[in-house]
């Protein structure tokens, strides 16, 4: 599973840097998920490293992690540096979401003030059949239903995000959604539980959804 993200366009990502007055800047880049998504590594620290020093940024530091989502490793990484961060206006991450907000965590002890900005857009959890190319199959929706469609998710496949489907808007197996161009979510599980001979989970009537499992603020403990 690869925590799928793509680049901003550069100028949004400068006008972020220049309305919080940042100049001098430490930039942490992400060695795993966005560096498979070529948004991160070494390969996207050396790309935001030129883009930055042409429009006159100083960068003090500029490291990959191989862990920016885990805020021991943060730590340990952002101690490594800690002069520079100390001089930095703020921090620009190459990573999804959660490792802007591991860093805001790791740096709100000792650096409460301090800007982390982001350089990518957060698009989804991916599954991958060759590099480059990542597909959309998990929202994490908290209450899944797997068990019930031949192991095909209705959240990311049906466009719609439908319980009991196909739609009427369904055409020789394509989706009304983006002009037929993709499969209908709610055929493929049809098929696939047809092929398992388990038709009856199709025709199960499915209750409108709950939502609010699927809503904010979770955490989950393990004990
Ligand atoms: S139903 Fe779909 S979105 Fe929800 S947990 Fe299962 S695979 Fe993920
Ligand atoms: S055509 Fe299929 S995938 Fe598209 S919205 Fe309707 S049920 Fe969902």
């Known amino acids: 599973m690869v925590v799928i993200t793509t680049q901003k366009p550069t100028e949004e990502v400068i006008d972020a840097l220049n309305n919080f007055k940042i100049k ?3 930039v942490v880049s992400c060695g795993v998920c966005s560096a498979l998504c070529q948004t991160g590594g070494t390969e996207g620290l050396e790309r935001w490293t030129d883009i ?3 429009k006159g940024f100083e960068i003090l530091a500029g490291i990959v ?3 920016v989502c885990d805020n021991r490793v943060m730590k340990k990484d952002l101690r490594k540096i800690d002069d520079a961060v100390k001089e930095a206006d703020g921090i620009l991450t190459l990573s999804c979401g959660l490792g802007v ?3 805001v965590q790791v740096l709100s002890k000792n650096y409460p003030n301090k800007p982390v900005l982001v350089s990518n857009n957060t698009e989804f959890m991916g599954m991958t059949e060759r590099i480059g190319r990542f597909y959309m199959r998990c929202i994490g929706c908290g209450d899944c239903l797997l068990n019930e469609t031949g192991g095909i998710c209705p959240i990311t496949t049906c466009a719609k ?3 009991n489907g196909p739609c009427g808007g369904q055409l020789s197996g394509k989706c009304e959604v983006g002009n037929y161009e993709e499969d ?3 055929i493929l599980i049809y ?3 047809k092929e ?3 038709l009856d989970l199709f025709s199960k009537l499915r209750a409108p959804r709950d939502w609010s499992k699927t809503g904010h603020q979770r955490q989950v403990v393990f004990r």
């Open 52 to 54: 930055l020093q042409e």
């Open 24 to 26: 001098k800047l430490v």
């Open 191 to 193: 098929n696939r539980l």
């Open 65 to 67: 992690s191989e862990d």
């Open 184 to 186: 209908c979510g709610w």
């Open 101 to 103: 907000a591991s860093l």
């Open 161 to 163: 995000a439908l319980m």
């Open 196 to 198: 398992m001979g388990r």
